[in-house]
């Protein structure tokens, strides 16, 4: 089993719709990043969070510590939100650097 | 731009050939880290530097894997001897001191081992 799950894999929605993307760990961590991967490979720091919740335009990450859970958010999605988006647990086993990834949830909007 | 840069952006090798990549990082940022991501999957660790020194690596460093950052600015990662199995976007990364702060990426290196 692997440290970090996301669900889902693949999501399809329509522009406009409201989506959400979970993550679940299962290590003691520090923080969780969600990251933002489009074609070609580069990748886009997101969100950083320890507790609670944080905003950014239309995207919205929540965490809660004691289930080991977190939440991304798009509200009125939009075709070029479509990208892969990664969820990372920071400080895992007390590393200092090491960042455990999921796999990614790839994310298509259709216009 | 002051982003994190990598080079090459592509390199196709054929196996048991050796191959180096560079990254130089934000200017400011003392933490550099390597991670290795294969298709479909997320990113690994590889290793990571504070400055010049070299923190911690992964058990996916093998022996033919060597990482530096000799002066606590840019690094190389060296594959030697390479196989297909290394075939793989090699991503890097930078942050500040803390390495609790958010971790700036590179365009990555994609490696393709013939």
């Known amino acids: 089993k692997n440290e970090v799950e996301q669900s889902p894999q693949n999501l399809t929605a329509q522009e406009g719709e409201f989506i959400t993307i979970n993550c679940s760990y299962s290590v003691g961590i520090s923080a969780l990043h969600w990251l933002q991967q489009h074609p070609g490979g580069g990748i886009v720091s997101l969100f950083m969070l320890s507790s609670g919740k944080k905003k950014h335009g239309r995207l919205i990450a929540t965490i809660n510590i004691q289930e080991k859970h977190s939440s991304l958010h798009i509200t009125a999605s939009h075709p070029r939100d479509s990208a892969v988006y990664i969820c990372?647990?920071?400080?895992?086993?007390?590393?200092?650097?090491?960042?455990?990834f999921g796999k990614g949830t790839k994310l298509s909007v259709k216009p | 731009d002051t982003g994190v840069s990598q080079n090459p952006r592509h390199k196709i090798t054929k196996r048991g050939q050796n191959v180096t990549f560079r990254c130089d990082p934000i200017?400011?940022?003392?933490?550099l880290y390597w991670y290795r991501q294969t298709l479909g999957q997320g990113p690994e660790f590889l290793t990571y530097f504070q400055n010049e020194a070299q923190l911690e690596k992964s058990r996916l460093l093998s022996d033919r894997f060597s990482a530096e950052r000799p002066k606590g600015s840019f690094s190389t990662l060296e594959i030697q001897r390479t196989e297909q199995g290394d075939s793989a976007m090699y991503l890097c990364?930078?942050?500040?001191?803390?390495?609790?702060?958010?971790?700036?990426f590179g365009p990555g290196t994609r490696l393709l081992v013939l």
């Open positions: 990372a647990a920071g400080g895992a086993g007390g590393s200092q650097g090491n960042l455990i």
């Open positions: 200017s400011e940022h003392n933490r």
């Open positions: 990364a930078s942050s500040t001191r803390t390495g609790e702060e958010t971790q700036y």
